[in-house]
């Protein structure tokens, strides 16, 4: 197993669109073994093929209890819900932006060997889903947000988001007491 270098934004590899495996032999399971590694040192959600320069329908993502999954030729099947939340990419480093995607997605995908399988992903990922399988098409996340920040910047906006929703939560307490002694007045 080998860590890969990941391709960034701006080298056109990443606006091509990727051909099927046909072959499930060692240098897919050597492609999936490094992209495994280059995920976990990397710290990421997902990896689609393109991300390490192989143009190949291959990704390798996290599922909600954080293993490892391999999608070769992975096609969506089905789609529901909207969320919209900041998403990145390894391919855009320290780059996010507000990005609408389905709670839920299933896939019909090979494995390593060839065999056909389902999974379906709820949350980061089915957002995970989406982002992955779009770089197979040569896109990125970058499409869909008019506006990148960093990931400070990011971090600023959730702090802010957080303190005055516990404001408002505070707000509405102090509401509730007020009205609770003003009853409490009425009935002695
Ligand atoms: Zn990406």
């Given at each position: 197993m080998a860590e890969r270098t990941i391709v960034t934004r701006g080298n056109p590899i990443l606006n091509k669109v990727c051909r099927p495996v046909t072959e499930f032999n060692d240098k897919l399971h050597i492609l999936l073994d490094d992209m495994r590694q280059t995920l976990t040192k990397n710290d990421g959600y997902g990896l689609a093929a393109p991300q390490v320069g192989?143009?190949?329908r291959v990704v390798v993502l996290l599922d909600e209890e954080e293993q490892m999954v391999e999608l070769v030729n992975p096609e969506i099947t089905a789609t529901s819900g909207s969320d919209v939340d900041y998403e990145g990419c390894l391919s855009v480093p320290n780059m996010y932006g507000l990005v609408e995607r389905p709670t839920e997605a299933s896939v019909r995908a090979q494995d390593r060997n060839g065999e056909y399988f389902e999974f379906t992903g709820h949350g980061t990922t089915a957002r995970c889903i989406c982002h992955e399988l779009e770089h197979l098409d040569?896109?990125?996340?970058?499409?869909?947000?008019?506006r990148l920040i960093t990931g400070e910047e990011m971090d600023r906006e959730r702090q802010e988001k957080e303190e005055a929703e516990a404001q408002a939560r505070k707000q509405q307490r102090a509401r509730e007491q007020l009205h609770s002694k003003k009853k409490g007045k009425r009935r002695k």
């Open positions: 192989i143009l190949r040569g896109h990125l996340f970058v499409e869909h947000t008019d």
